[in-house]
């Protein structure tokens, strides 16, 4: 029997990700002698870990290896925000989609949404570009949609912002406020949208994505531009290799897998 011991809070945002993770886990791990324990935590509290326990962690948006890395009754941790050159415990863990956000319906058709391009997010220092942005866009053919909020997960509704998500054709989706990574990569990719993104870290959770990078933020219109240009039938291949993407690496079910397989190395 496979304990999961779950210690966030309530209105954790990753709370539905890892519960997606852990049950499929514990099926793959049922007939094997490898972990007891599965425990959900944020980096920095503190709480008595059994025996052969893996971990779940989030809320570090700093990068830094957890002191449970040397706990001998931690086989591996699983950690978003995964410092470079990690801890031989630590492996990187996606941030996922958030809590409320509907990432099971199928995605419209990439002609069928009525937005070519849309950014919602809290408002930064570091995020003073966007604006620039917007008004690049006036008066153009272009629909655009942005928003900006007085903090992280203020906006609209959850069910509202997926509806937007997935009416979008461009999601742009600049650093978080802390850290290069951010949920709504992930959101994006998720609804289908065609992701326009900066440089995020160096390890197997963005090797691949098929999303557009910019290393300056003034290349985002013209990224914008280009792909706007593209046929119908190129944008809707883009689309349809976000949604996969999503599906086979970033999903709850096929994170568990790469888990598990980390877990069974372990053992050898």
């Known amino acids: 029997m496979i304990n999961i011991i779950d210690k ?16 499929k886990l514990r099926d793959l791990l049922k007939d094997k002698d490898l972990v007891d324990n599965i425990l959900f935590m944020n980096y920095g509290d503190k709480h008595e870990i059994p ?7 989030n809320a570090d948006e700093q990068y830094r290896t957890p002191d449970e890395a040397n706990n001998p009754n931690v086989v591996k941790i699983f950690k978003q925000y995964c410092p470079e050159n990690p801890h031989p415990k630590l492996f990187p863990l996606p941030l996922g ?14 002609e069928e949404r ?21 008004s690049s866009f ?7 949609f942005f928003g900006f909020t007085s903090g992280f997960n203020r906006g609209i509704s959850r069910n509202a912002y ?18 290069p990574e951010t949920f709504r990569l992930y959101e994006a990719v998720s609804a289908g949208c065609i992701a326009v993104t ?52 970033w999903s709850g079910k096929s994170v568990a897998d790469i888990i598990f397989d980390e877990i069974a ?3 050898e």
Request: with cysteine; hydrophobic share 35%.
């Open 8 to 23: 966030l809070p309530d209105n954790n945002l990753e709370k539905t990700f890892f519960w997606e993770i852990a049950f």
């Open 51 to 57: 025996p052969r326990t893996v971990i779940l962690m």
């Open 97 to 110: 989609v958030p809590t409320g956000f509907d990432s099971n319906s199928k995605p419209k058709n990439i």
């Open 114 to 134: 009525d937005i070519d391009v849309v950014f919602m997010g809290q408002f930064a220092n570091n995020r003073t570009s966007m604006l620039n942005l917007m």
């Open 138 to 144: 006036v008066g153009s053919n272009i629909q655009t």
């Open 162 to 179: 997926s509806d937007i998500m997935r009416n979008s054709k461009i999601a742009i989706c600049p650093t978080g406020t802390a850290s």
């Open 198 to 249: 900066c440089n995020q870290p160096d390890n197997w959770i963005y090797t691949g994505m098929p999303v557009f990078t910019y290393h300056n933020e003034n290349e985002i219109s013209g990224i914008v531009d280009n792909i706007l240009s593209l046929p119908v039938e190129s944008r809707q291949r883009l689309s349809d290799k976000s949604v996969s993407y999503y599906n086979n690496i």
């Open 265 to 267: 190395n372990v053992a």
